[in-house]
């Protein structure tokens, strides 16, 4: 039985009912601003 890759686990997690609406959308904001240059915190 093969192990699923780490990002596919990370990737449901995305998909889990409302109760981490709010992590997920943590998730999502720091995903934002981890994928833009770092012209905004320097």
Request: charged share 25%.
């Amino acid at each position: 039985m093969q192990r699923q890759p780490v990002v596919v686990e990370q990737a449901s997690r995305y998909k889990l009912p409302h109760l981490d609406e709010k992590k997920a959308v943590k998730m999502t904001a720091f995903l934002l601003v981890k994928s833009t240059p770092h012209r905004l915190n320097s």
